[in-house]
């Protein structure tokens, strides 16, 4: 099998983690280097370690009760690097029906996550996952 078909059912395996809700196999995922960086200025963007990783991840689940179901519409791989199309579905603990689109980039080192880059529809994270809250001084659309 080459690196990037190794890359791929890694990330598959990341993606079956996350839907049962396997905080070790997440973090265990990553690198000891390893960061996530969700973009936008919402009030869940930045750059997490490996160890706010866990936490983050202990935090993705509480908000989603029931899970949440990740479905990959598509991948393409190239040396240490696969980019993902995905969708999410679930309820989250406020009622809200939460369906998000996203473009993952995730980048390998020794078989690990080293970085991945999570965009997403902003707005509808904002308006679910942080209750309609912004970081102070960002402006409302």
Do not use: W
């Not at 490996?50 to 190239?78: C, D, R, W, Y």
């Not at 902003?122 to 308006?127: G, H, I, K």
């Amino acid at each position: 099998m080459s690196n990037t078909e190794d890359n791929k059912r890694r990330v598959q395996a990341f993606f079956d983690a996350l839907g049962a809700g396997d905080v070790d196999a997440l973090v265990g995922a990553y690198h000891d280097a390893g960061v996530l960086e969700t973009m936008g200025t919402t009030l869940i963007s930045g750059r997490f370690d490996k160890a706010q990783i866990s936490a983050a991840a202990n935090g993705i689940f509480e908000a989603f009760p029931e899970g949440l179901a990740f479905t990959l519409h598509g991948m393409v791989a190239e040396g240490d690097k696969v980019a993902v199309e995905a969708e999410s579905r679930g309820r989250h603990a406020s009622g809200a029906l939460y369906n998000n689109h996203y473009h993952f980039l995730f980048e390998f080192r020794d078989g690990r996550v080293l970085r991945l880059r999570e965009y997403l529809d902003t707005e509808l994270a904002t308006d679910v996952l942080c209750g309609g809250q912004r970081r102070p001084g960002a402006a409302a659309p």
